[in-house]
């Protein structure tokens, strides 16, 4: 007889960044055509069709990275320890980004918030290097849309000062 195992701690890695991408997406989808559509936006901005396949594409590389630095660098407790905290404290921050420039439509914030994830990330790659170099270039694409995503945030930030300087107090 055949047995068949599951892989559950990679496919538990790889997976895990879709709950937050799931979740921020329904901040995203709800805002886009009533808030996101009214701000001026940048000409050379993405589509908005290309947001929902790039994220995936990236939460399930970076996913399968923190993997393989958890199993390269001995798990929580071994050398990948500080790697897999960046990595963590990184997934928070990438996840709280959508609802506070979408649903609380917190411009200044956002782009302040993005720019300690960029650095967060950057930081990230550099500890996963030592660790795994392979998982480190997995991080690269990430970082590079997420450097797109800062300046579009910084775009939208200062050619919007109406929703820039507004508190929300809906």
């Known amino acids: 007889m055949c047995k068949i195992t599951i892989p559950w701690i990679p496919i538990t890695f790889t997976l895990t960044p879709m709950i937050g991408g799931f979740i921020g997406g329904i901040f ?8 996101y559509e009214t701000l001026n936006r940048p000409s050379w901005r993405p589509p908005n069709y290309m947001f929902a396949p790039v994220w995936t594409t990236l939460y399930l590389g970076m996913g399968y990275a923190s993997y393989m630095v958890y199993r390269s660098g001995g798990g929580f407790f ?12 990184q997934m ?4 709280a980004w959508s609802p506070l420039f979408f649903e609380f439509h917190q411009l200044k914030w956002s782009l302040v918030e993005i720019c300690v994830l960029w650095t967060n990330v950057a930081g990230c790659i550099v500890t996963f290097y030592k660790i795994n170099k392979v998982a480190s270039y997995f991080m690269i694409p990430y970082l590079g849309w997420l450097s797109l995503a800062t300046a579009l945030t910084y775009n939208i930030y200062k050619n919007n000062p109406e929703v820039s300087d507004k508190v929300n107090d809906e």
């Open 28 to 35: 995203v989808r709800k805002n886009i055509k009533g808030w």
């Open 78 to 89: 071994g050398a990948a320890k500080i790697p897999l905290s960046l990595y963590a404290s």
């Open 92 to 95: 928070v921050l990438n996840w």
